[in-house]
């Protein structure tokens, strides 16, 4: 039984899940919208929401830390620099 499990298993290993995902996010990122199924996308929310908020905080543990997921450091640099100040005044 899969209770308490908030993941979506997306018909995937979980490698493959976080590939797809890490995926998405770094063209969110890069191009500023993606066009996928209503099921990735609110996966890939949580996982770019999560970076938005690293971003916010701006510290070089949280760039380390958006790195790991975007691999990418002109895309950790646009997700500091232009990505991040827009939502300073969002809450969480």
Known sequence: MRHAK??????RPSDQRAALLHGLV???IAHGQIRTTYARAKEAQRLAD???TL???GS???RRQAFRVLQDRGLV???FVDVAPRFVDVPG
């Open 55 to 57: 971003g916010k905080d």
């Open 6 to 11: 908030r993941d979506q298993r997306l018909s």
């Open 50 to 52: 999560r970076l938005v």
């Open 77 to 79: 640099k646009q997700l």
């Open 60 to 62: 070089i543990h949280a």
């Open 26 to 28: 770094k063209d969110l």
